[in-house]
């Protein structure tokens, strides 16, 4: 038998038991608390790294708005006609003698088609025959009146029938003269609308004479600017579709009525055409002067953004450490070959987002990539090449 100082068996097992229970729980609670720990360590530094991390730089072109020369065009399309054009026509009845060939050149006063004239000039030999005897017989009634030998009657019928002879001489005259069509101006027979042997009546068209050395262009304009326009006011008419150049001029005639239908009103403007480059019935652009504004804030269109509140861009605002947009709405004026007048929102110096601003919002980092001080150095891209490339219009 063991002493008495000694625990029984059983009892001995059973507090070995739940020290070691104890224990187990003791190391679980540690390693969850080193768990909790370590991983809120974890998102701290996660967190930290988040706020460490700049946000990525959108990459954009941007201008910097300086006073400008700016010309506001009215832009249309016109047609050219021959200042001179003119359908000469049979002023007497009879065949067609001569007719010049097409394309043949005369001068003013030179004939172009010649009517037989036999019974002309046969009509001028009677007529003079009659004149001739009605002024044989007034001379010799006139003394004879004078001294009262004949009444004042008979002498008045006289000096009618040579008056009446006079007047037939100059019919016939005029009738033998119009046998022969002249040119009212220098100039190229276009169209033949009889041949020679032909019979011509009067009033018959004979043919066509044009002279291009000189042209017009036909245009309509819409009525909101039909105070703008006058006599004077200069004008670009481009007509390289046809390898004729850009010429400039001036508008010779303004019309006082708008067209109901088109809601236009017509202008014309005379030019020099002495290469004969531009031919009646083309097509041409047309670009008026309407005002120049000599100190305006001019964007690319292309620079604009529309949505339901109105227009407005993205300008850049700096600071010592970076660069971000910033929105500013605007009030626009005249346009003109892709550029747009800044009416109100933007002051002269401002930095304005020209390219890549559809990727920004308000308070975006930005990255400059090109910076220009003028619109026609930043290359955005305008209505067309053609149109980007006319030189400047004419200025009032």
């Known amino acids: 038998m063991l002493p008495s100082m000694f625990f029984p068996v059983p009892s001995l097992l059973a507090r070995l038991t739940r020290l070691a229970d104890a224990a187990r729980l003791v190391g679980l609670a540690v390693l969850i608390g080193l768990l909790v720990t370590t991983s809120g360590c974890d998102d701290g530094q996660a967190a930290g ?78 007529a003079k025959a009659r004149y001739e005897l009605a002024t044989n017989r007034y001379k010799r009634q006139k003394p004879l009146y004078r001294d009262s030998i004949i009444s004042a009657l008979e002498f008045a019928q006289v000096r009618s029938e040579r008056a009446q002879a006079k007047a037939s001489l100059q019919q016939a005259q005029v009738r033998l003269n119009n046998t022969i069509l002249d040119a009212p101006f220098a100039g190229t027979v276009e169209e033949r609308f009889l041949e020679v042997g032909e019979q011509a009546a009067p009033g018959e068209r004979v043919a066509r004479l044009v002279n291009t050395r000189r042209v017009k262009v036909t245009a309509g304009i819409p009525e909101r600017y039909a105070n703008d326009i006058q006599v004077g006011t200069p004008v670009q008419i481009d007509a390289r579709r046809y390898d004729a150049g850009v010429r400039t001029a001036e508008i010779t005639f303004v019309g006082n009525t708008i067209d109901p239908e088109s809601r236009t009103f017509t202008v014309e403007a005379t030019l020099s055409n002495e290469d004969r480059t531009l031919k009646p019935e083309m097509g041409v652009n047309l670009r008026v002067t309407r005002a120049v504004l000599d100190s305006a804030l001019v964007l690319p269109r292309t620079a604009i953004l529309r949505d339901e509140t109105g227009t407005h861009v993205y300008v850049v605002d700096r600071s010592d450490t970076t660069a971000v947009a910033r929105n500013r709405d605007l009030e626009l004026g005249p346009e003109t070959g892709g550029e747009v007048v800044v009416q109100s929102g933007l002051s002269a110096g401002d930095e304005v987002v020209i390219v890549g601003q559809n990727n920004v919002s308000p308070g975006t ?32």
Not at 69 to 93: H, I, N, P, R
Not at 377 to 393: I, M, N, R, V
């Open 49 to 126: 790294d988040a706020e460490a991390r700049p946000e990525p730089k959108t990459r954009v072109e941007t201008l910097v708005l300086a006073p400008t020369s700016f010309t506001d065009v009215v832009k249309g399309t016109g047609t050219v006609e021959a200042l001179d054009d003119a359908t000469l026509a049979a002023q007497t009845s009879g065949p067609v003698t001569m007719l010049l060939d097409l394309g043949a050149r005369v001068q003013r006063g030179e004939p172009v088609a010649k009517i037989d004239a036999e019974e002309a000039e046969a009509a001028v030999e009677q």
């Open 365 to 396: 980092p930005l990255e400059v990539a090109d910076r220009y001080d003028r619109t026609s150095a930043a290359g955005t891209p305008h209505e067309s090449s053609e149109q980007s490339s006319l030189p400047t219009p004419p200025a009032k």
